[in-house]
Structure formats: structure tokens, C-alpha cells
């Protein structure tokens, strides 16, 4: 059984049916599993199906798993369908399913560049469209659209992480289709907000970058360390609750405050002798 949440009530999403892309691993499953531990019905899903199997035996008989591949528009539409048949309603979809190479800019081929965009630009998309029109616009019992939240996960430092032209644009897409989407779908009790991720210490992010980078991550971040999967699960939770019912068309950044970091505090030749910052002298 899957372990009671640290913050929430225990039945702080019950009754909800909670959609997260890339659900399989890293920080779409610490969210499947805290929304289950809240009470939510989850459905995870992503290309491979041994990582989506993994999550859903960890969380138990409230998640189920289906294979998409969030860029094919096919697949994603009967993704959706299937979801629908299960529960008969989606309440948030999590844009979760996304990544990127890292690559000095001027090296990324065109196709390099599209693969990237196609996937956390062109998928966010399709699924967003997608849990839209089949399950939040469509009108429910009382004659009027269903609503629903889309959270969409992009990426922190927003003036761009070096290495990363392609997934820095795309991420800045997302979070103005977010923007825009909160103002046009208003009208259908659509909240839309992203949540710009600073840097998470996942498995892929630990594995799959230079290690030289990996290891200077934390010392980027003001507050000293990496991020930790259980801190996104919770601003997650705590959008699709009640209490995140006015927020839309926001950007939440969840980074330790490395979105305007601008080098090491205090900077070198700018410390006393303990390593303080310099203050200057009050005026006379
Ligand atoms: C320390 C850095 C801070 C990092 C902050 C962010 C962290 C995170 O996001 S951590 C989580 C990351 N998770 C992922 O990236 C998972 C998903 N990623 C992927 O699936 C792949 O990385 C993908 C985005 C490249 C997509 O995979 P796929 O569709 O299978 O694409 P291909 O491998 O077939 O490649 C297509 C095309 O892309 C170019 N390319 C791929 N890798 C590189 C590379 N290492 N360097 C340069 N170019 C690359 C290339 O053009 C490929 O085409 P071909 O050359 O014909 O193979
Ligand atoms: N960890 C970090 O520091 C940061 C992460 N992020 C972003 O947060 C999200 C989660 O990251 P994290 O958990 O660390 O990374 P992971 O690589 O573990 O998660 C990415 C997930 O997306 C799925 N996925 C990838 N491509 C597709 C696709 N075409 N269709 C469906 N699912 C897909 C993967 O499953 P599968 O391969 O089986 O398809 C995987 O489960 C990603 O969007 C990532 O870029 C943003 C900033 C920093």
C-alpha cells in the first residue's frame, strides 16, 4: 500500500481522476504516488510499459497504466478515450512526460532541435487538447463544460540553461500556451498553470547529463541542494485540491531559488574574513 502523504489529508483528492504523462519514473511517479495517497484515481503513461507497471505496483489498485507516446496525436487520442471508458471523467491532467539532450547550441542538427520541441512543445499540446475537448469542455449533467486543470511541467532558470536552446524554447512555449489557455478556456472552468522545475535529483537527471554537471548542480541552487521528488508531488497536490482552484495561468517556480542565481553568494573578493558578505560602513 502506498505510504500516507507527510502534508495532506488523506482524502484530500478523493473522488478526483488524476492524469500524469511520464508517470513511469522520476518525478511523474512521486506524483502518482502522492495523488493516490491522497485519494485520487491516477492513470500514468509514457512509451515503455515495465516503468509504468512498476508504478502502478507501488501504488496499488487506485493507478492504472497504459503505454502513449505523448507526440503521436493517434495515440494520445486513444489514450484519453481508454482513460475515459476506466473512470467516465478526468478532473487534472499533469504534463509531466518530457526531457531533452544536452548540446552546445550550435551542434543540435534541425532534427535534434524537432525531436525536442515535438516532444515537450508539440505533446504538451496534443494531451492538453486532448483531455480538453473529450473530457473538459464537453458538457456534464448540469448542461455545462466539466472543467478541469492542466498543470504543465517546464523548466527553471527561465532566461535559459546553457546546453539546452531546444527544451529552453519549447519550455518557454509551454508556459505561455499555459497563459494564454487560462484566459480562452476560462470560459469552461479550465485552469491552466505550469510548474517551472529547477533542477530535481532523479534518477535520469543523475545518470543521464555529464557528471562534472550533475555534481556542480546543487552549488547553483541559492538554497544549497538539488530538488527532492516529494517537494513537486506536493505543489502538485496542492494545485489539483481545492486550494489551487484560483491559480491559473501562473508559472510556479519550484527551484530553491536558482531561477536568479547569477554565480556563488557572497562572490569571490566580496567576503570578510568568516566569508560573510561585505556590508558597507552606515553613514557617519
Ligand atoms: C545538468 C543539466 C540540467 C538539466 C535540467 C533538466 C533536467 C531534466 O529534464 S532531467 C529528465 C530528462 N529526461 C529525459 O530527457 C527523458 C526523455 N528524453 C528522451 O527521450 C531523449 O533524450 C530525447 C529527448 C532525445 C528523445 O528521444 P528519442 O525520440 O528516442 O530521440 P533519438 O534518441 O532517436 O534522437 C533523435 C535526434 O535527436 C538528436 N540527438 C539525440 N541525442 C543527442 C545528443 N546526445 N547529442 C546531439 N544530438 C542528439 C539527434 O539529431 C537524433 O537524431 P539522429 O542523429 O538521427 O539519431
Ligand atoms: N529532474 C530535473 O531536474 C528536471 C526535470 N524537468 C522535467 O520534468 C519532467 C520529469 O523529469 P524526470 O522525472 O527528472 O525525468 P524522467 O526522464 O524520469 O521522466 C520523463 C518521463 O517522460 C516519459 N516520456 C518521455 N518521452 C515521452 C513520450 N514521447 N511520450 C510519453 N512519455 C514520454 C518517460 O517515460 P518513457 O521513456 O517510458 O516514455 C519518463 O517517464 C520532464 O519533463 C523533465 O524534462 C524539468 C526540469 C528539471
Known sequence: MVAPSRIFAPDLLAGQVIVVSGGGTGLGRA???????????????????EPLEETVALAGERCRARVCDIREEDDVAAFVDWTLEQHGRIDTLLNNAGGQFLAPAESITPKGFRTVTRLNLDGTWLMTHAVATKAFIPAGEDGRARGG???????????????????????????????????????????????????????????KYP?????????????????????????????????????????????????????????????????????????A
Open 31 to 49: 506524483a502518482a504516488l502522492e495523488l493516490v495517497a491522497l485519494g485520487a484515481e491516477v492513470v500514468v503513461c509514457g512509451r515503455r510499459p
Open 149 to 207: 486543470k492542466v498543470i504543465s511541467v517546464t523548466l527553471s532558470p527561465h532566461n535559459g540553461l546553457p546546453g539546452m536552446v531546444h527544451s529552453s524554447a519549447a519550455r518557454a512555449g509551454v508556459e505561455t500556451m499555459m497563459a494564454e489557455l487560462s484566459t480562452e478556456w476560462a470560459r469552461f472552468g479550465i485552469r491552466c498553470n505550469a510548474i517551472a522545475a529547477g533542477q530535481f535529483g532523479t534518477e535520469v537527471f543523475m545518470t
Open 211 to 283: 557528471q562534472e554537471m550533475v555534481a556542480a548542480a546543487a552549488g547553483q541552487v541559492p538554497l544549497g541542494r538539488l530538488g527532492r521528488p516529494e517537494e513537486f508531488a506536493w505543489l502538485v497536490a496542492y494545485l489539483a485540491s481545492p486550494a489551487g482552484d484560483w491559480f491559473s495561468g501562473a508559472t510556479l517556480t519550484l527551484d530553491g531559488g536558482r531561477d536568479h542565481h547569477v554565480g556563488p553568494w557572497p562572490i569571490e573578493g566580496s567576503r570578510d574574513a568568516e566569508g560573510r558578505p561585505l556590508q558597507e560602513a552606515r553613514r
